[in-house]
């Protein structure tokens, strides 16, 4: 079955770095998001992905952040300069179309970020 | 704002027993879409089931049911002959038809499955 596949699992960085978090959505996908859950905490949505462009973000998802689709297989998340509240599990995943009826999303196994 | 709660940290439940998971939503909506999401200790998160809020008809896939509630906002989730694989983090979560795949969570319920 196809799958999402995220790298790195996990990421240990200091404050004020940046990261880049990478993600292989499913080959046919056409819809891609990006959510995070902070330890002990709810998953959030962050940011929807259509046709190279942004179609929604959170407010979390403010200036630091940034998605690309580099080439026509990965999908990153950026974080610019990271602060210790990013510490999280970020979860990528994609679907085939934008709707949710039969379009669910197919979530990847996670990179886990650590702000130290 | 749309709100998803789900009440129970952790459930414990025998092999073979039944358990049944809580979720409540707060939503002004009236077309939306409800799911539940498995998350093992591998942590990728699978969908379990999904319920469109038009249907009065009660989703079942296999061992798992929802029992959907609309006009009192609630959608449990019920695992029947539990088995020891379905030990994990279920995850209730909320769209309105018109954020496609923006999902609201739930903050989750751990699911211990004793032999």
């Known amino acids: 079955e196809p799958e999402v596949t995220q790298t790195p699992s996990h990421q240990v960085t200091q404050m004020g770095q940046e990261v880049i978090l990478r993600c292989v959505p499913i080959?046919?996908?056409?819809?891609f998001y990006w959510y995070r859950q902070i330890l002990g905490q709810k998953v959030e949505f962050l940011v929807s992905?259509?046709?190279?462009?942004?179609?929604?973000k959170s407010e979390i998802f403010d200036d630091q952040f940034s998605v690309e689709r580099p080439d026509g297989s990965n999908f990153t998340l950026k974080i610019r300069s990271t602060k210790l509240e990013d510490s999280a599990m970020y979860f990528c995943a994609s679907s085939e179309l934008g709707g949710p009826g039969a379009n669910v999303l197919t979530f990847g196994a996670g990179s886990r970020l650590t702000v130290l | 704002a749309q709100t998803v709660t789900q009440s129970q940290p952790e459930m414990s439940v025998q092999e073979a027993e039944t358990v049944t998971l809580s979720c409540t939503y707060d939503?002004?909506?009236?077309?939306?879409?409800l799911f539940w999401y498995k998350q093992p200790p591998s942590r990728q998160m699978i969908l379990v089931i999904r319920q469109e809020a038009y249907k009065q008809q009660n989703a079942t896939e296999n061992r798992f049911s929802v029992n959907f509630q609309k006009a009192a906002k609630s959608f449990s989730l019920k695992i029947s002959d539990s088995q020891l694989g379905d030990a994990a983090m279920y995850f209730c979560a909320y769209t309105i038809k018109a954020a496609g795949n923006k999902l609201t969570f739930g903050g989750g319920t751990r699911v211990l499955v004793k032999p």
């Open positions: 939503t002004s909506e009236s077309d939306y879409y």
């Open positions: 992905f259509y046709n190279n462009e942004i179609s929604e």
């Open positions: 080959s046919n996908h056409l819809y």
